[in-house]
């Protein structure tokens, strides 16, 4: 082995990256034919959101892969600011997607990033508050025609 020759390792790896980017190649080949203007007229509003959202997120995160190559330290860089900014979008566009749909947002893991209101609990509270007043104005107009 000379000294400019590469490990036998690194060659099999620099061998399933290519093989894996020429997959990659060719699943995006019928989305890089296509034009943008052409793509997007095809896409309903919150379709073209999420692929500029994914877009956006993609390359910041291989802009993120090669900083942290370079050694670069991440934790107070603009570009974590950045990558927090598209997810908190990207969480926006996924509660706007499930209200459009009918369904109730979703809790748990990915809370929204502005408060809502849980629309079936106040409609108890109210539903209750309501009850409560009606039966304490019975009480009380009994109270008065038994004072009579």
């Known amino acids: 082995m000379c000294d400019d020759a590469l490990p036998e390792e690194m060659v099999a790896t ?61 934790d107070q860089h603009p570009l974590k600011k950045e990558m927090d900014r598209i997810q908190k979008y990207m969480r926006k566009v996924k509660l706007l997607e499930s209200e459009m749909a009918g369904v109730r947002p979703p809790t748990g893991h990915n809370p929204p990033t502005h408060q809502t209101i849980d629309k079936y609990a106040a409609a108890r509270f109210i539903k209750r508050g309501i009850q409560k007043e009606e039966s304490l104005k019975e009480k009380q107009e009994k109270a008065e025609a038994e004072k009579r």
């Open 14 to 74: 620099f061998h399933e990256f290519h093989n894996s980017l020429s997959s990659m190649e060719g699943m995006l080949a019928p989305y890089l034919d296509l034009p943008l203007d052409e793509m997007y007229e095809a896409l309903s509003p919150i379709e073209q959101a999420k692929s500029e959202l994914v877009t956006a997120y993609t390359v910041n995160s291989l802009y993120w892969g090669f900083l942290t190559t370079q050694g670069v330290t991440l």
